[in-house]
Every structure is written in structure tokens, then in C-alpha cells.
């Protein structure tokens, strides 16, 4: 993204249009809207208020991961053609998450063949809406923006990396810069959420060939957390609960 830009982060509670300059050390906050959850119709009334208020220039989009859906294909040599890979990927949507995928919009990442792909959806009518205003130029995934810019620092990160939400959680598990595993939950407490990154790093463990080249760690997407804050109890929990010795939390890379 460019240094000085106009930023709308949809998040399961909130859309918020902010200013990112070059000069400032994190982005100035516009005009926010609550949510009363990750309810689309909700959010796409609050993102044409909020847009109908503040008629941005060029505006870059960026999802919360309640809004999303993730999976990490197996490759197929026998897959082609996009055309192929996109029944694929819908096909094992159906079946992962039990949705008619057609509410949905399904992009795939490349990536290096033989290497797993990984499937992000996000409601169609959100993407239908968010099409209406001419100024956006992308919308991405906020927890694959900041996986991105953690990857330039550290490209063989093994471990996890985690967007807290209000009662839910997104998290990505790498070995050596791979995404291994990816989910979204909802939890009650932290050792509800340790309980389900703990189910998916377990089945990372076991596959062929765990020998991560640095020691596991864990990642928390901003906003980063205040001091003895619910938000970093939260991580140190889940941190602690993999055995991870070491945890931090990202810069605001927005």
C-alpha cells in the first residue's frame, strides 16, 4: 500500500475509514461506525454512510477476518487452469464450511507449484457493495496484509499468527514461511481459544518433515496491545499454552 492513503477497515464490530500519512506514525482515524456483529447488511449500510460522508480519493479495503474464509488447498498436478482451480476451491468450500459457495466471493493466491494454495472467501453482497464506490482500488484480507510484512522481516516464521476480534479470533500456522493451517473461531475465553489453535498446531506438528529451521513463535495483529490489557492476556495464554518462548505484537502496517 502507498504511504499516504485512505484506509476502510471492515472489522467484525466496527468500519472505520482512516488516513495513513508519511508522516505519521499510524493512521489518523476519519469517521467509525459500531456494528452490533459480523452481520453484512449492517456493514454495508455503515460503509455507504461512512463513505457518502467522507467521498474518499482512492480508498483501500481491508477485512477483518470474521468476515472471511480460508482454507489451504493441496496441490493438484491435474489442475491446469484457473478455471479448474476455482471449481476446486468451491467445491471444497461447500464441504469444509457446509455454505452454497455462491454467496460467496472466492479469490486463490498464487503460489509455487507443488506448494499448497490458499482459498480466502468473503460474502458476495459485501464485495457487491463495496464494487458500488468507484474510489476502491483493493480489498484484501487485513491478517494476510500483516502476514505479508511479517514475512519481509522474517521469511522463514514458523509459528502463528493472530487477529483477536471480539469473541472471535483468526489465526494463520507457518513452518519456515508456509501456511500450514488457517481457521477462524469464536471463543468464550482464552483457553477456549488455546484449545483450538492448540487442536490445529498439534496436526502441524504431526505431518512429515517438522523440523522448523527457527524456534516456533507467536505474532499478534495490531493493534497491539496495552499493558496487562484482556487483549494480551489473551496472547500470553495462547503463547504460553504452545510453548512458545517468544510472542510479540506487529506494528501497525497498514
Known amino acids: 500500500m502507498r504511504s499516504n492513503a485512505t484506509l476502510l477497515l471492515v472489522a467484525a464490530r466496527s468500519v472505520t475509514l482512516c488516513a495513513r500519512r508519511r508522516s505519521a506514525p499510524a493512521p489518523t482515524t476519519i469517521d467509525k461506525r459500531r456494528l452490533a456483529g459480523p452481520v453484512v447488511e449492517e456493514a454495508c449500510a455503515a ?3 461512512v463513505l457518502q460522508a467522507h467521498p474518499p480519493g482512492r480508498l483501500f479495503v481491508q477485512l477483518g477476518s470474521a468476515w472471511s474464509r480460508l482454507m489451504v488447498l493441496p496441490w493438484v498436478d491435474q489442475l491446469t487452469s484457473e478455471d479448474r482451480w476455482g471449481n476446486y476451491a468451491r467445491a471444497r468450500f ?6 452454497d459457495s455462491d454467496g460467496w466471493e472466492l479469490r486463490l493466491a498464487r503460489d509455487l507449484p507443488g506448494r499448497g494454495r490458499l482459498a480466502v472467501a468473503w ?18 484480507l487485513a491478517l494476510l496484509e500483516h502476514l505479508g510484512l511479517l514475512l519481509e522481516h522474517e521469511p522463514q516464521f514458523s509459528g502463528c499468527v493472530l487477529e483477536l476480534e471480539a469473541n472471535g479470533a483468526g489465526f494463520l500456522l507457518l513452518v519456515d514461511g508456509e501456511i500450514r493451517r488457517v481457521r477462524w473461531c469464536r471463543f468464550g475465553d482464552a483457553e ?6 492448540r487442536s ?8 512429515e518433515a517438522f523440523e522448523p529451521l527457527q524456534p516456533p513463535a507467536l505474532a499478534l495483529a495490531p493493534p497491539a496491545p496495552e499493558r496487562r490489557s484482556e487483549r494480551g492476556r489473551i496472547a500470553g495464554v495462547v503463547a504460553s499454552g504452545l510453548g512458545f518462548g517468544r510472542s510479540f505484537a506487529l506494528p501497525g502496517w497498514v
Not at 94 to 99: H, I, L, N, S, T
Not at 200 to 207: D, F, G, I, T, Y
Open 192 to 197: 477456549g481459544l488455546l484449545a483450538a489453535v
Open 47 to 49: 460503509i455507504q454512510q
Open 94 to 99: 461447500e464441504q469444509v464450511y457446509g455454505d
Open 123 to 140: 460474502p458476495a453482497a459485501l464485495g457487491t457493495e463495496l464494487r458500488r464506490h468507484k474510489s476502491v482500488r483493493s480489498v484484501r
Open 200 to 207: 490445529e498446531w498439534v496436526a502441524v506438528e504431526s505431518a
